[in-house]
């Protein structure tokens, strides 16, 4: 045990009794247990009941939170502070649990022994009020900075000077700078996952094809927004060996990175098939084959995969699975363009069977993914395939461009308020 003049001048430094004279703390040492932990010991649990606070004399505690999801190092107390004196002073079960880091010595402070000397000595009740107003106020910074923190990794800010300013400021928080030391680490750790998910964003957009002209008469136009930074959905169009144009919409299981590299496969193994001269249905079956093979995350792609001839406007058309391509006639008719097999990937050795429709003077092709029909309304209804063949039939559609923004702006007005829930790609395919 420590001599007494040692025990009074720690206690004479601990936020909870430095106010009081040093006779009164020397006739509470002459009451007080002194308590020795070996590393590891644990002190108190929490939930446990307790009448009694600890001042640390020698050694330190760590302060650990158990939650439904694990326990939190909340803090690391050394000599001269003290733990679990809300017990002291309520009838509060333990709120953390406190054990020993290395060899550990304590001084218990029972609450009938802080009664009777406030009791004996009035003014002492204020030096205690004094020294939990100062541990109160010692928690202001945290809370603040873990205010700070929690907001900006909601908004996945990443700005370098609240990064800096929670950095600086951790380390006047005593023993909360751990704690968040790791939260600048998680959000410097977030920021550069933004960054390389921007970067992944703008690869997948540098992919999708560009203008291309179909000579006289003709237009086409389309336009992608993921759900996420990175999406599943993809389009494309390119020029085939006997001069037709090839066009492609796909929408693949699942959003975000998973479903980027699914479609970024997907999309290679069709444009080269196709490029290297096969039909259109042969080329989703090869690479139905490809994908299905190992395919141990059973992601599948919905392809509306189609070719068309700018001199006669002959299409011929595959629908893997995938939504109903709409063929506008220039009388506002619409015939749908259905599914002639299933999705790619989804299961072994499918042959898949190609249809055809011409495209007329006047008339327009729409091809969408789901994000389109199951865009969800803050009441939780669907967009469906009804509103869509609505908007198209109701609306005059004289370009391409006139026709994606009469749909995003249909789909956009029914969807305010709910969070997009999954990726939207429209492309259009006018002949005048």
Request: hydrophobic share 50%; with cysteine; charged share 20%.
């Given at each position: 045990?420590?001599?007494?003049?040692?025990?009074?001048?720690?206690?004479?430094?601990?936020?909870?009794?430095?106010?009081?004279?040093?006779?009164?703390?020397?006739?509470?040492?002459?009451?007080?247990?002194?308590?020795?932990l070996?590393?590891?010991?644990?002190?108190?649990?929490?939930?446990?009941?307790?009448?009694?606070?600890?001042?640390?004399?020698?050694?330190?505690v760590?302060?650990?939170?158990?939650?439904?999801l694990?326990?939190?190092?909340?803090?690391?107390?050394?000599?001269?502070?003290?733990?679990?004196?809300?017990?002291?002073?309520?009838?509060?079960?333990?709120t953390?649990?406190?054990?020993?880091?290395?060899?550990?010595?304590?001084?218990?402070?029972?609450?009938?022994?802080?009664?009777?000397?406030?009791?004996?000595?009035?003014?002492?009740?204020?030096?205690?009020?004094?020294?939990?107003?100062?541990?109160?106020?010692?928690?202001?910074?945290?809370?603040?900075?873990?205010?700070?923190?929690?907001?900006?990794?909601?908004?996945?800010?990443?700005?370098?000077?609240?990064?800096?300013?929670?950095?600086?400021?951790?380390?006047?928080v005593?023993?909360?700078?751990?704690?968040?030391?790791?939260?600048?680490?998680?959000?410097?750790?977030?920021?550069?996952?933004?960054?390389?998910?921007?970067?992944?964003?703008?690869?997948?957009?540098?992919?999708?094809?560009?203008?291309?002209n179909?000579?006289?008469?003709?237009?086409?136009?389309?336009?992608?927004?993921?759900?996420?930074?990175?999406g599943?959905?993809f389009?494309?169009?390119?020029?085939?060996?006997?001069?037709?144009?090839?066009?492609?919409?796909?929408?693949?299981?699942?959003?975000?990175?998973?479903?980027?590299?699914?479609?970024?496969?997907?999309?290679?193994?069709i444009?080269a098939?196709?490029?290297?001269?096969?039909?259109?249905?042969?080329?989703?079956?090869?690479?139905?084959?490809?994908?299905?093979?190992?395919?141990?995350?059973?992601?599948f792609?919905?392809?509306?995969?189609?070719?068309?001839?700018?001199?006669?406007?002959?299409?011929?058309?595959?629908?893997?699975?995938?939504?109903?391509?709409?063929?506008?006639?220039?009388?506002g008719?619409?015939?749908m363009?259905?599914?002639?097999?299933?999705?790619?990937?989804?299961?072994?050795?499918?042959?898949?069977?190609?249809?055809?429709?011409?495209?007329?003077?006047?008339?327009?092709?729409?091809?969408?993914?789901?994000?389109?029909?199951e865009?969800?309304?803050?009441?939780?209804?669907?967009?469906?395939?009804?509103?869509?063949?609505?908007?198209l039939?109701?609306?005059?559609?004289?370009?391409?461009?006139?026709?994606?923004?009469a749909?995003?702006?249909?789909?956009?007005?029914?969807?305010?308020?709910?969070?997009?829930?999954d990726?939207?790609?429209?492309?259009?395919?006018?002949?005048?």
């Amino acid at each position: 045990m420590l001599p007494s003049s040692d025990a009074i001048e720690a206690m004479r430094h601990g936020s909870l009794l430095g106010e009081l004279e040093p006779s009164i703390l020397a006739a509470l040492l002459e009451q007080a247990e002194m308590v020795e932990l070996a590393d590891g010991q644990c002190l108190f649990r929490q939930g446990e009941a307790g009448d009694a606070a600890y001042l640390v004399v020698a050694g330190s505690v760590a302060v650990v939170v158990e939650t439904p999801l694990g326990e939190v190092a909340m803090a690391t107390l050394g000599p001269q502070q003290v733990v679990g004196e809300i017990a002291v002073f309520t009838d509060l079960a333990r709120t953390a649990t406190v054990q020993a880091i290395g060899e550990t010595l304590l001084l218990r402070l029972e609450r009938a022994q802080l009664a009777e000397t406030i009791a004996n000595h009035p003014k002492t009740a204020f030096g205690l009020i004094g020294a939990l107003g100062r541990r109160v106020h010692a928690l202001n910074q945290p809370l603040a900075l873990l205010t700070l923190a929690a907001q900006a990794l909601e908004r996945g800010d990443g700005d370098s000077r609240i990064l800096a300013r929670i950095a600086d400021e951790s380390a006047d928080v005593g023993p909360f700078a751990r704690s968040f030391q790791k939260i600048v680490a998680e959000m410097e750790g977030k920021q550069a996952r933004r960054q390389e998910l921007a970067v992944a964003s703008r690869l997948q957009q540098s992919i999708l094809p560009k203008p291309v002209n179909l000579g006289p008469g003709w237009e086409m136009a389309a336009f992608m927004k993921p759900a996420r930074d990175v999406g599943g959905d993809f389009y494309d169009w390119f020029p085939t060996r006997d001069g037709r144009i090839a066009l492609l919409v796909a929408d693949v299981s699942g959003k975000g990175v998973p479903a980027a590299l699914f479609m970024a496969v997907s999309r290679t193994l069709i444009r080269a098939t196709v490029q290297a001269g096969a039909s259109i249905e042969a080329a989703l079956s090869s690479a139905n084959a490809q994908l299905e093979a190992d395919n141990d995350e059973a992601m599948f792609v919905t392809v509306f995969l189609a070719e068309f001839n700018p001199a006669d406007g002959s299409l011929r058309y595959v629908n893997a699975g995938h939504c109903d391509g709409c063929l506008r006639h220039a009388d506002g008719t619409l015939a749908m363009l259905g599914t002639t097999g299933p999705a790619v990937a989804l299961r072994p050795n499918v042959s898949y069977r190609a249809e055809t429709a011409i495209i007329r003077a006047g008339d327009l092709l729409l091809l969408s993914s789901d994000g389109v029909s199951e865009a969800f309304s803050v009441a939780g209804d669907l967009f469906g395939d009804d509103r869509l063949a609505e908007v198209l039939r109701e609306r005059p559609m004289a370009s391409v461009a006139g026709a994606l923004e009469a749909v995003a702006a249909a789909v956009t007005a029914f969807a305010t308020g709910a969070e997009q829930s999954d990726d939207i790609t429209c492309l259009a395919l006018r002949r005048s």
